[in-house]
């Protein structure tokens, strides 16, 4: 069901700034609550892409933005974040 009677707004909607900003507070506050064996897993950068649903990994931008983070929540809200697990 569209939100409105305009239907769905084009793809570009979704890569504004404020959607971006909205996006990293969301993972921030995920990331926070993540459990704690979530936590252990973000130092294995491959584990934690697999266990978010990325099959082939994140794109080697991503993985070494996300790589360049210590592990813990910081490194998870990057994760939760990137463009590789972005659905427009």
């Known amino acids: 069901f569209p939100p409105n009677v305009g239907g769905f707004p084009e793809p570009d909607a979704y890569l504004s700034s404020s959607a971006t900003i909205a996006r990293f507070n969301l993972a921030s506050e995920l990331a926070v609550r993540a459990r704690p064996s979530l936590v252990e897993l973000s130092a294995d ?23 360049a983070l210590p592990a813990g ?8 974040a990137s463009p590789d697990l972005l659905v427009a």
Request: charged residues 25%.
């Open 73 to 80: 929540p910081d490194r998870i809200a990057a994760a939760l």
């Open 45 to 67: 950068i491959d584990g934690l892409a697999h266990t978010l649903g990325l099959v082939d990994g994140f794109r080697t931008t991503s993985r070494d933005a996300i790589g």
